[in-house]
């Protein structure tokens, strides 16, 4: 059957939270609808912490209290996305099974409470068990837009873990010798003579493989994928037409050990969680760029992206629209009264509905009702970041962090108000004037041609420091340094200098810290040098003419302004034109067959203006050349085509 893109029946805009009936007594469920409907509410997420609801005792079934709910909230039109509990087994299923519970790096089990091993057969057999008696009950239910598998399982480093990692080493590289030459097994006398000699990574007392190590990262998110897709194929025989998905936490802050790239191809629907962090200074960068990374990973097409509802929901949730969501989906419904995450944001707060959070909640209805044809509408971006989860991996193990030069450029290009898509190394770049390279350590063959080939025909590739360095073994590329990239970028790395402590100036006025590169000219020619540091005198920006393109180099970390400077020149040199628009006013278009919407949202404390004509589909008013946006305000302009 043909991949389902959307949840069945959803006709508006996505707009509701997680709840947990688990925790409430029946009454409040009636309360809650109500509250529901008065707010707009037009999907709901329940069932992924109901396992010992549902299956009290090992083979008995009660699922009274779901049949419950979702006529309930069918009754009032409400939609529901059911989860599949498989995140958090019974207590009677870890008493059973102790040796399901996971062991970590120094050979510890985890105590009750924690994740699950995702390779324990007891686990994936009750995770079977479980998600096929909920379709049977609930598949065709006519409250159900949606399933999502629940798979928040972590690495495991134990018996069962060991033996799927032998598993899955032999169908990668059939045979020892392959295994052997692909981990450079003969560096410190690690030659294996059979794979069932391979143990996991455990800490050692000593340096380990990081071919090892990086292979056996791939194994553990293919092995929590495998757990999804066993669960997604029994959903899609028992219960045809519905579509299903599963919660990322695609966010680079938030985990580590999921290559998103391979489970957005498994998903039909890509979904999102993201907290919002307190200490967060710039949390609404933060945001954009974790629903900046999931449209990508829907290839642009609609997604639906879940946040925890804190103070200005309304302009958090506006801004996952204006970034491709179809919809602002929160973390949870009403507030706990108990457990871990009482004090946790909600729709429906401790407060009530008197109160400034259910006053925005409200509103955000309204105002999702006042854009909904937004809908099926897509982003439009200026520029695309290289991003890889593998190469993430790999450069774990050096002294550069890769997430962190990932969100410093994603930033500086929020800064200069681009909006950025986020691709694979080895994607199609070509609907992209301009391409950056925030951090790609690891480059296979296939990505090297491919950003060669991106420049060769016109395009404007921006790559930074410590980047075309091995291959997706961790093997260095042979030759000078960047050996993936030195022929596209002209010149070649003599020595990393890595900046233990302080700054290395630059002779525009800007500085780098953390590390800094002995660069040899190779046809590029220098933009900036070094003034001082280990590399004093010698090239700190580099561009190098290539075909019809060029290619930049970084070879530090730039600060915010030298990030700036950087983007802003090869901006100008692919004829990406930046807005002027002060600092922390985002502005976001998108695209659809009856005009673009253009959505305006003030950040910052004090009342700007930016350019814009339309109509302000918020307040009805029209908009002639010049939008006010109070402090805090989003606006959402439409223009016709």
């Known amino acids: 059957m043909g991949r389902l893109n959307w949840p069945v029946g959803l006709e508006a805009l996505a707009f509701g939270g997680d709840h947990s009936p688990e925790q409430w007594p029946e009454p409040v469920w009636r309360e809650d609808v109500r509250l529901m409907r008065d707010a707009g509410v037009t999907l709901v997420g329940i069932g992924a912490f109901t396992w010992s609801l549902v299956e009290p005792e090992p083979g008995q079934y009660d699922f009274g209290r779901l049949d419950g709910l979702l006529d309930l909230l069918h009754d009032n039109g409400i939609r529901v996305v059911l989860g599949t509990p498989t995140v958090a087994p019974p207590v009677w299923f870890h008493q059973k099974f102790p040796m399901a519970v996971p062991v970590n790096r120094e050979g510890v089990r985890d105590a009750f409470g924690g994740s699950i091993c995702p390779s324990a057969p007891a686990y994936q057999q009750a995770a079977v068990s479980i998600t096929r008696q909920l379709a049977r009950r609930y598949g065709a239910h006519p409250a159900l837009a949606m399933w999502q598998v629940r798979t928040e399982n972590g690495s495991c480093y134990c018996d069962f873990s060991e033996s799927a990692f032998r598993r899955w080493l032999v169908d990668r590289y059939t045979t020892v010798e392959e295994l052997n030459e692909a981990w450079g097994a003969t560096f410190r006398g690690q030659t ?8 996991p990574p455990r800490v ?50 938030r985990c580590e050990s999921i290559d998103y790239w391979a489970w957005a191809r498994e998903v039909d629907v890509v979904t999102n969680d993201h907290d919002l962090r307190e200490e967060d200074e710039r949390a609404h960068v933060s945001l954009a760029m974790a629903a900046d990374l999931t449209r990508s990973l829907a290839g642009g097409r609609p997604f639906l992206h879940r946040t925890t509802a804190e103070h200005h929901g309304v302009r958090n949730g506006l801004a996952l629209v204006a970034r491709g969501s179809d919809g602002a989906l929160f973390s949870r419904w009403r507030a706990s009264r108990f457990g871990a995450e009482k004090f946790r944001p909600a729709m429906l707060p401790h407060a009530g509905t008197d109160s400034r959070k259910w006053r925005e909640v409200v509103r955000l209805g309204q105002d999702l009702t006042a854009i909904g044809s937004v809908r099926d509408s897509r982003v439009v971006a200026d520029l695309a970041l290289l991003w890889d ?45 301009l391409v950056v390279v925030p951090a790609l350590y690891s480059m296979t063959e296939a990505a090297s041609a491919n950003l060669r080939h991106y420049v060769e025909v016109g395009g404007v590739l921006v790559v930074s420091c410590f980047s075309g360095i091995v291959d997706e073994h961790d093997t260095v590329h042979s030759g000078p340094h960047p050996g993936a990239l030195r022929d596209v970028l002209g010149l070649t790395v003599e020595e990393f200098t890595p900046l233990r402590a302080g700054r290395v100036r630059l002779d525009n006025g800007m500085a780098g810290d953390a590390w800094s590169e002995v660069v040899a000219l190779r046809g590029a020619t220098p933009v900036w040098s070094y003034v001082d540091g280990p590399a004093a005198g010698l090239p700190a920006v580099t561009r190098h003419p290539f075909g019809q393109g060029s290619a930049w180099y970084v070879s530090t970390c730039l600060g915010e302004g030298g990030l700036d400077a950087v983007l802003m020149a090869a901006s100008a040199e692919a004829k990406v034109v930046s807005r002027d628009l002060p600092r922390d006013v985002e502005v976001v278009e998108r695209e659809g067959e009856r005009g673009r919407y253009l959505f305006a949202i003030n950040h910052t404390g004090e009342t700007e203006m930016i350019p814009a004509a339309g109509t302000e589909l918020l307040s009805g008013e ?8 109070p402090p805090g305000a989003v606006r959402v302009v439409f223009t016709p085509r």
């Open 192 to 199: 294996y003579n059979t794979f069932g000699q391979v143990r």
């Open 204 to 253: 050692a007392p000593a340096a380990g493989n990081s071919a090892q190590q990086l292979d056996w990262e791939r194994f553990t998110s293919d092995a929590m994928l495998a757990n999804f897709q066993r669960a997604r194929d029994i959903l899609h025989e028992v219960s045809p037409g519905i579509p299903v998905t599963t919660n990322f936490r695609a966010a680079l802050s």
């Open 389 to 433: 989860w593998q190469s993430w991996w790999a450069q774990r193990q050096s002294d550069l962090d890769a997430r962190e030069r990932a969100e410093a450029w994603y930033a500086a290009a929020y800064d200069l108000h681009l909006t950025a898509d986020f691709a694979r190394p080895e994607a199609d770049l070509s609907a992209y004037p």
């Open 622 to 629: 029209s908009v002639d050349g010049h939008l006010v946006l």
